[in-house]
């Protein structure tokens, strides 16, 4: 477990340490994807702890235990990564008032591709391609000219964290309203960097032409 956990906040350290500037698409992916990284687990494992006390050290020990925060971590963090994506492209596309027709194939592309670096193991829990058809079902109800609401914004990393930490439902429904500040307070944080680190005068949203056609190599979900 701790090896794979490394695995993931790995991104996360090699992008603290550097703090790049985010000035192009593959700097904004880095971001993205670390970031996301590092929600799932400071959010879950924030719970976990808070919840279980001077039990935690003892569960995570427990083999189901670790398997279920496991699947978990895997399920915030695709949350995290598609609320995160939609919220910074919306940002920029906000910012630059570039006059996009549709802005849902460069998603789209850009989603794959930064999914595409993901660490195999987070797709033991659910499917490359499911990931992909329902970061779909986001992108065809997200406008993109909407005023953007911070809150509602990462709606779906908030509702994957209540859903999917292995706690009592009785617990969660208890808990509902102290988590869904904790992770709010957590995502504004993490959308001031984004504004710190963005040169939005540089950054460019354009689809890259030398990638393949991703949209017909994903199967219909069955």
Known sequence: MFRGLLKLVLPLINFLVRQNRIEEVESLRSFVSSRS??????????????????????????????SSMKTARNQIFFA?????TLHVLKTIHARKQ??????????RQFFIQTLAKAPEEVFESLEREKVIL??????????????????????????ALLKWAPVVEEFKIQDEEIVSNSIHFKWLRVCQEFEK???????????????????KEVPEAS
Not at 80 to 84: Q, S, T, V
Not at 197 to 215: C, G, N, S
Request: proline fraction near 4%; include cysteine; charge should be negative.
């Open 134 to 159: 329902e970061f779909e079902k986001h992108l065809s109800r997200h406008n993109w000219s909407g005023t953007d609401d911070s809150h509602e914004s990462f709606s779906g990393s908030r509702s």
């Open 80 to 84: 995290c990564l598609m609320d995160l």
């Open 98 to 107: 570039q006059n996009f027709q549709n802005l849902d194939p460069f998603a």
């Open 37 to 66: 990284s590092y929600m799932a687990q400071v959010s879950l494992y924030g719970y976990l702890k808070a919840r279980a006390g001077t039990q935690y050290v003892s569960l995570i020990k427990d083999p189901l235990f670790a």
């Open 197 to 215: 680190l963005t040169d939005f005068e540089k950054i460019r949203l354009e689809a890259d032409p030398d990638l393949p056609d991703l949209e």
